[in-house]
């Protein structure tokens, strides 16, 4: 994840994005302008885990959007994922809020991926 001085200068730069609370570790902010107008943000590193969580208030941020956000609070080389944990887990206290992880330890900055033949092959083009 970006540093918090990176994340805070660059979201701070934005015309569609305002931060409400910084903390030692994160923060909150929301979209003011676009398609995002009205969602939420919270980013943080604690227990062990970077975080980044979106409330899309009346409707599911789009893939594009989870990946724009991913941008937002990570470096473009840097691997993080959206969970589908077990049903025994699950947890939805917000009906349109999607989250991005990365464990900070464990993997040492590093996660394991599936190879990426196994989602398709570079170069080709899609099925029409």
Known sequence: MKSLKI??????SRKDFE?????FDGGFGIFTKGNLKGMT????YGGGWEHVSIDGKKRMPT???MCDLKDMFWEEDECCIQYHPAKSEYVN????C???WKPIEKYAGKLPIPPSVFTGLRGATSYE
């Open 63 to 65: 893939w594009d959007e």
């Open 98 to 100: 999607l989250h991005i």
């Open 19 to 23: 931060i409400v609370k910084l903390s």
């Open 7 to 12: 994340i805070t200068s660059e979201l701070g």
């Open 93 to 96: 206290n917000l009906p349109y």
């Open 41 to 44: 943000v919270i980013w943080s």
